[in-house]
């Protein structure tokens, strides 16, 4: 991948939360939500970002928009250095890099029109006359389906397919070149869901933007990512193109996560391992590869040795010590 391809690059993300305990709300250890991410998200494309409740997605969502402040690490957006950047920085990127949440009951206002909400981000950027700013919210409302003359109801007012499209709206508003979605289809119903994904992909395709889903319903990431990346424990152990990764998972985790998903194709092999245990505490992390206590593949390196995210050939990358040799030859081409 070149480097004007790459809209967002991110490395060695972190974020371990202290967490308390006892009357004195004393530091009983440190949750590893994010643990030295890395990952890229190419331009016009989607990157969706898969892995299992707890694994430290949605973490990372709010880490590259510094909803949270990261511990370490850097997050360059169009080569500028996001962590390194002053919070007044920071407020002018905002206009280029947007976030949909998961819950459109939650993430509106109740109190303000759906006008007014959608007016806000270009108020709080001074973008427009009121004149104008109107205009655009028509313009966008329009876009996403809502009808412009309901911009005076409320929330309340709409149903849930309707309300992710106002969050959308508001996201879009402002002509950003990157959003982030956080599950944004979980709360939506199976009949509305499949009109929330056009709609996104519509814009993409229309406005050549850029996204990060992040959700746990493998079939919905396989439909609209471009790449995809699998996080377990607060790390990407997989990377690759969405077709490559469905049609032919490397990494263990990646295996079993997938057999959980009805294949498309039936004449797809069914025959992955299945999964065992619990996943480990994020206070408490195994040593070396973090998979090893589940992995039906563990050798002995595996419970001393952390596999870094390693190139494969054909633009994968894997952190797995089974692919220790596959991994040193493309090294070694580079
Ligand atoms: Fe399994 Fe070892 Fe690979 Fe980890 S490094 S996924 S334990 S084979």
């Given at each position: 991948m070149s480097e004007g391809d790459t809209i967002l690059q991110v490395r060695g993300l972190t974020k371990h939360f202290v967490a308390r305990g006892g009357l004195l709300g004393r530091e009983t250890g440190r949750v590893r939500a994010v643990d030295?991410?890395?990952?890229?998200?190419?331009?016009?494309?989607?990157?969706?970002?898969?892995?299992?409740?707890?694994?430290?997605?949605?973490?990372?969502?709010?880490l590259i928009l510094r909803l949270i402040e990261p511990d370490e690490g850097s997050v360059r957006f169009e080569g500028r250095d996001i962590v390194a950047g002053s919070q007044a920085d920071m407020r002018l990127l905002r206009r280029d890099m947007q976030f949909v949440f998961?819950?459109?009951?939650?993430?509106?206002?109740?109190?303000?029109?759906?006008?007014?909400?959608?007016?806000?981000?270009?108020?709080?950027?001074?973008?427009?006359?009121?004149?104008?700013?109107?205009?655009?919210?028509?313009?966008?409302?329009?876009?996403?389906?809502?009808?412009?003359?309901?911009?005076?109801?409320?929330?309340?007012?709409?149903?849930?397919?309707?309300?992710?499209?106002?969050g959308i709206a508001r996201a879009l508003v402002l002509g950003p070149k990157l959003i982030i979605a956080d599950e944004p289809l979980s709360a939506l119903d199976v009949s509305v869901q499949a009109s929330v994904m056009n709609l996104m992909q519509e814009i993409q395709e229309e406005f050549g933007i850029s996204f990060i889903l992040i959700a746990h319903d493998l079939a919905a990431v396989e439909h609209m990512s471009h790449q995809v990346a699998v996080m377990y424990l607060g790390r990407i152990v997989e990377v690759a193109p969405a077709e490559e990764l469905y049609a032919a998972p490397k990494h263990p985790y990646t295996q079993i996560l997938l057999q959980s998903v009805p294949p498309l194709d039936p004449h797809l092999p069914r025959s992955w391992p299945r999964i065992e245990g619990e996943v480990p505490s994020p206070m408490r992390p195994p040593s070396g590869c973090p998979f090893h206590p589940r992995c039906p593949a563990r050798m002995a390196v595996c419970s001393v040795e952390r596999p870094p995210l390693q190139a494969l050939p054909g633009g994968r990358r894997v952190a797995c010590h089974l692919y220790d040799a596959e991994g040193s030859t493309e090294a070694g081409v580079n």
């Open positions: 030295g991410l890395d990952l890229d998200v190419r331009r016009g494309e989607t990157l969706g970002l898969v892995g299992e409740s707890g694994c430290g997605k949605s973490t990372t969502g709010r998961q819950d459109p009951y939650a993430s509106l206002n109740p109190r303000l029109s759906v006008g007014e909400i959608v007016e806000e981000p270009l108020i709080v950027h001074g973008v427009g006359s009121p004149g104008e700013r109107r205009e655009r919210i028509a313009t966008t409302l329009r876009r996403v389906g809502i009808r412009p003359e309901l911009m005076g109801r409320y929330p309340h007012e709409f149903s849930g397919g309707q309300r992710q499209r106002i």
